[in-house]
């Protein structure tokens, strides 16, 4: 198992870190702040489809075609945190070497949508406000670091739990 974990994880890690290191330079160069966040997800599920693969191998080539949905599941979510952990810290270096004013141009895009939108000037006022009080905490590693999480481990943990219902399979009693 701990083979298949790495492999996948490691492969699933290089894939989703590369893309969104594409999909940020693509889409925070022209200020497109939303199809940077359309083809971060799309990439996760690319990604992410390895758990498949993973749960498959390993039930199909190790367990003689059985694997209860426990297994399947820890299969699937060591995969998920190693891939995870690839994408934080890409950003992490992404974000303090390359890129340290990424909150600053967001939150400007942010409320440039709101201007748009025809929100009120309280409204504005209140959102400026809390992208400063984003920016100035989103400098903080740790705090960077664990926002980033929200972002990927989700999306790992639903294609961890949908592939674990369609992979798992008992072992048929004569």
Same mark, same amino acid.
């Given at each position: 198992?701990?083979? !298949? ?87 992490? !270096? ?81």
């Amino acid at each position: 198992m701990k083979k !298949i974990v790495l492999v996948c994880g490691v492969i699933s890690g290089l894939i989703v870190a590369s893309l969104m290191i594409v999909s940020t330079a693509l889409c925070c160069s022209n200020g497109n702040f939303d199809m940077g966040m359309v083809l971060g997800y799309a990439s996760m599920i690319l990604a992410f489809s390895l758990i498949f693969v993973g749960i498959k191998n390993y039930r199909d080539k190790y367990n003689n075609g059985i694997i209860s949905f426990g297994k399947a599941f820890r299969i699937g979510l060591y995969i998920t945190l190693i891939a995870s952990t690839f994408y934080v810290v890409t950003w992490l !270096i992404v974000y303090f070497f390359f890129m340290p004013d990424f909150a600053e141009k967001y939150g400007a895009h942010m409320i440039d949508k709101l201007k748009a939108g025809g929100a009120s000037q309280l409204e504005i006022n209140k959102q400026t406000k809390e992208m400063a009080d984003f920016a100035v905490m989103y400098k903080n590693p740790f705090y960077n670091a664990m926002i980033t999480y929200t972002e990927v481990l989700p999306v790992g943990l639903v294609v961890t739990l949908i592939g674990s219902l369609i992979l798992k399979r008992k072992l048929k009693r004569s």
